[in-house]
T-cell receptor, first 110, second 115 residues
Framework: RKEVEQDPGPFNVPEGATVAFNCTYS??????FFWYRQDCRKEPKLLMS???SGNEDGRFTAQLNRASQYISLLIRDSKLSDSATYLC???????????FGTGTRLQVTL | EPEVTQTPSHQVTQMGQEVILRCVPI?????FYWYRQILGQKVEFLVS????????KSEIFDDQFSVERPDGSNFTLKIRSTKLEDSAMYFC?????????????FGQGTRLTVV
């Protein structure tokens, strides 16, 4: 089983749509969870950390279900500029390394 | 805004040659990392570095790889004898700490092409 698993997409959605991405992780010792965004051939950039209680940042909402080892990201009112690959990332315990999923590609169209 | 800078942005080298990829982490950060991303694949951890020594490394980081912080600012990744399969984007990252939810900031990457 992959350490971090994501649907690769692509998700093609019109502007203004709501889109949700899911991610599962295999290491039950994982303690930190993130969504990163990566534009084509660019570096990953932190979009948001994911907390057990769920958290929201503007149009973006992240949820964590530790029992199911499942993370989600919801994007409301999609913009053209949201087109990118969204990377689910976990960190186990105090270990310093980040473990990345393969990413889910989002294409927002007019 | 402080950022991680990497040089060169693109390096082409012949198989068997040594390459050194350079990074300048954010100045007050204490933890440094190298990741790589083969085209079309996921970002993979190579090594982390703290207090002038390797704190963790992956199985990818074999004897062909080494890291060094030769002065107070640079952090380098050396590949001793490059192979075709080393072709990838190499990202340097740094963070203030490695505790939970600490953000790692990534440089823009060096695209290494081995021919």
């Amino acid at each position: 089983r992959k350490e971090v698993e994501q649907d690769p997409g692509p998700f093609n959605v019109p502007e203004g749509a709501t889109v949700a991405f899911n991610c599962t992780y295999s290491n039950s010792a994982s303690q930190s969870f993130f969504w990163y965004r990566q534009d084509c051939r660019k570096e990953p950039k932190l979009l948001m950390s994911v907390y057990s209680s769920g958290n929201e940042d503007g149009r973006f909402t992240a949820q964590l279900n530790r029992a199911s080892q499942y993370i989600s990201l919801l994007i409301r009112d999609s913009k053209l500029s949201d087109s990118a690959t969204y990377l689910c990332v976990v960190k186990a315990g105090t270990a310093s390394k980040l473990t990345f999923g393969t990413g889910t590609r989002l294409q927002v169209t007019l | 805004e402080p950022e991680v800078t990497q040089t060169p942005s693109h390096q082409v080298t012949q198989m068997g040659q040594e390459v050194i990829l350079r990074c300048v982490p954010i100045s007050n950060h204490l933890y440094f990392y190298w990741y790589r991303q083969i085209l079309g694949q996921k970002v993979e951890f190579l090594v982390s570095f703290y207090n002038n020594e390797i704190s963790e490394k992956s199985e990818i980081f074999d004897d062909q790889f080494s890291v060094e912080r030769p002065d107070g600012s640079n952090f380098t990744l050396k590949i001793r004898s490059t192979k075709l399969e080393d072709s990838a984007m190499y990202f340097c990252a740094s963070s203030e700490a490695h505790t939970t939810n600490t953000e790692a900031f990534f440089g823009q990457g060096t695209r290494l092409t081995v021919v």
